[in-house]
């Protein structure tokens, strides 16, 4: 649950996000946060920072910078198909975060419009190392059997979707490479009533043509 706050040690608005406690209970509130750290050392012009984390009443939170603007999602639902240069210089910059984040050895794992947000013109990616903070707590083979997964099935590699433990850079690459196909044609490369009809249609096809999706 995201929470617009306010800041009061310093004056500043901020996006105070806080773990279901469901999730934060599979989790372990010690693991996470300690996991969560690698977030904090990453200092990117495209990547969104973190500010603060910790446990408060039994509540698991992390704080972010408050961005004015919108996230990818909500870009794609308003535009449907963004212009080429557009897309693919989104793509640019989501990528070089990307890849500034794998020299230091950190995956995103849940690469998708709406942890990508638009400031000024250029992409912010949010959320890094959340995912791999879970992946990597106690919880991590519990979510699975709950049926929570790290990811979300229409960006998710076929490495990702089939449960392997060790998620490399690839990962990421795939789900960049679906947003930008959905930036581009308005739809994922795959989609389906349920996770495992997508997860199926992801092992199975090869998506469509984007040429004969794009309207110009």
Do not use: W
């Not at 977030?39 to 990547?47: E, F, K």
């Not at 693919?88 to 910059?93: D, K, L, M, N, W």
């Not at 890094?128 to 707590?137: P, T, V, W, Y």
């Amino acid at each position: 649950t995201v929470y617009l706050a306010h800041d009061v040690r310093h004056d500043r608005k901020v996006a105070l996000k806080v773990l279901r406690p469901e999730l934060a209970a599979i989790l372990g509130a010690e693991r996470f946060l300690a996991e969560i750290k690698t977030t904090a050392n990453l200092q990117h012009p495209h990547i969104l920072s973190l500010f603060d984390s910790g446990e408060a009443d039994g509540l698991v939170f992390y704080v972010m910078p408050y961005v004015e603007g919108e996230s990818l999602r909500d870009r794609i639902r308003r535009e449907h198909q963004l212009p080429v240069d557009e897309a693919v210089g989104i793509a640019r910059e989501v990528a070089d975060a990307l890849q500034y984040a794998h020299e230091r050895g950190i995956v995103h794992r849940d690469i998708k419009p709406e942890n990508i947000l638009l400031h000024g013109g250029h992409a912010l990616v949010a959320d890094f190392g959340i995912a791999l903070a879970a992946s990597r707590s106690d919880g991590g083979t519990r979510m699975t059997e709950t049926g929570m997964s790290l990811g979300t099935p229409h960006y998710m590699a076929p490495e990702q979707a089939m449960g392997e433990r060790e998620i490399t850079p690839k990962a990421d690459i795939y789900a960049l490479g679906c947003v930008l196909y959905e930036m581009l044609t308005a739809e994922p490369p795959f989609q389906g009533a349920t996770a495992q009809a997508i997860i199926a249609r992801v092992m199975t096809e090869e998506p469509r043509s984007l040429t004969l999706q794009r309207k110009a």
